[in-house]
């Protein structure tokens, strides 16, 4: 089931689940040497619509960035879980 957020005057919906998916845990740990793993986990945490998110904000990976940590704000810690 998906959920929603407001950024930036605007709705996104997520997946709660692959938030705190392990997975993508590992990934987001390793982006900071593999920088292309946030893709993934964008792509997988907004169900696919990543592209549709990142054009909606302008194609800054910044402003993507941010709305993911919001995401991970408001789901609580991922890595507690």
Same mark, same amino acid.
């Not at 929603?4 to 740990?29: C, G, H, M, Q």
């Not at 040497?33 to 904000?57: C, H, M, N, R, T």
């Given at each position: 089931?998906?959920? +929603? ?18 997975? %993508?845990? +590992?990934?987001?740990? !390793?982006? =900071?040497?593999?920088?292309? $793993? ?8 907004? $169900? ?7 054009? =909606?904000?302008? %194609? ?5 960035? !941010?709305?993911?940590? $919001?995401?991970?704000? =408001? ?5 507690? %879980?």
């Amino acid at each position: 089931m998906l959920r +929603k957020i407001v950024f930036e005057d605007a709705e996104y919906e997520y997946d709660p689940r692959e938030v705190k998916s392990y997975r %993508n845990i +590992k990934r987001l740990a !390793r982006a =900071q040497k593999d920088p292309s $793993a946030f893709f993934d986990v964008a792509e997988s945490i907004f $169900a696919g619509k990543d592209e549709e998110y990142a054009e =909606q904000l302008g %194609n800054s990976i910044d402003k993507l960035g !941010r709305l993911v940590a $919001a995401i991970i704000d =408001q789901e609580g810690e991922p890595a507690k %879980n």
